[in-house]
């Protein structure tokens, strides 16, 4: 609706829009009309998600007019929330690059996929501890796509330097594996050197790709992969998780500190 007379005769797009010009400001209040009709936070997180699949520039605009509102609905607490219900809220494939346990071997190739060349923060997730709410698999996704919302809103990063990731190892959560509608892998999940060896290639492969101060954090991952990952990675890679450290020295390089 932004688009003037002459952009839309050269879009070829003339008469397939109402004929009124919106402005950005007018598109903001009008997002925010709809947003207000929203009682259920599950509803107001979904109409943001779609705003941000649909119109990006948009999406950021409204965030940032009250960070205070609209944090809690783009991640913590509405997120576990859509986090459960993912596989329900799921649109469009934009949201993040899910691999797969079975894709080893594949990942740089994978990285390709993405229409993105310069990445400089990767979230990353294998599911299995969401918040509060225990092993969520492939529908983690949630947690990587808010957190760097909020990289973009409240750190200024380009969104389109923001990679979300899902590593799918299976689930162990029975009712997902039991459950038509789930969208992950629907075995157990795999552990040890196989694990391990997914990790070990995936770092690589960011690396080899984004480069050395490509910031990766590790988010919601178990206690016992969080600790190890990290005391295996931490002088390696520029790498953090901010379960289990706060904010470190790591973040100077992503804002050029």
Not at 146 to 170: N, R
Request: aromatic share 10%; net charge negative; charged share 20%.
């Amino acid at each position: 609706m932004a688009f003037t007379l002459e952009e839309r005769l050269q879009l070829g797009i003339h008469g397939l829009l109402p004929p009124c010009f919106l402005s950005q400001d007018v598109q903001v209040l009008r997002v925010m009309k709809s947003y207000e009709t929203r009682t259920n936070p599950l509803d107001k997180y979904i109409l943001l998600m779609t705003l941000q699949d649909r119109n990006e520039k948009l999406f950021y605009r409204v965030l940032t007019s009250d960070i205070e509102e609209f944090m809690p609905i783009v991640y913590t607490p509405t997120v576990g929330l859509a986090c459960q219900q993912y596989g329900l809220a799921f649109r469009r494939p934009r949201s993040g690059l899910f691999i797969t346990i079975h894709d080893r071997g594949h990942i740089a190739t994978m990285l390709n996929s993405w229409p993105e060349e310069n990445i400089k923060a990767v979230v990353v997730t294998d599911g299995e501890r969401i918040l509060g709410l225990g092993d969520l698999g492939s529908y983690g996704m949630g947690i990587p796509v808010g957190k760097l919302a909020l990289y973009t809103a409240c750190g200024g990063v380009h969104p389109q330097q923001c990679l979300p990731v899902l590593l799918d190892v299976g689930t162990d959560n029975e009712t997902l594996l039991n459950d038509p509608l789930y969208i992950g892998l629907k075995h157990k999940r795999v552990r040890g050197k196989e694990y391990d060896d997914l990790i070990d290639e995936f770092m690589q492969a960011v690396t080899d790709k984004y480069g050395m101060n490509c910031l990766i954090q590790f988010e919601d991952f178990a206690n016992n992969n969080a600790f190890r990952i990290l005391s295996k990675y931490r002088n390696r890679y520029c790498t953090f998780n901010d379960d289990i450290q706060e904010f470190g020295p790591e973040f100077s390089l992503l804002f050029g500190g």
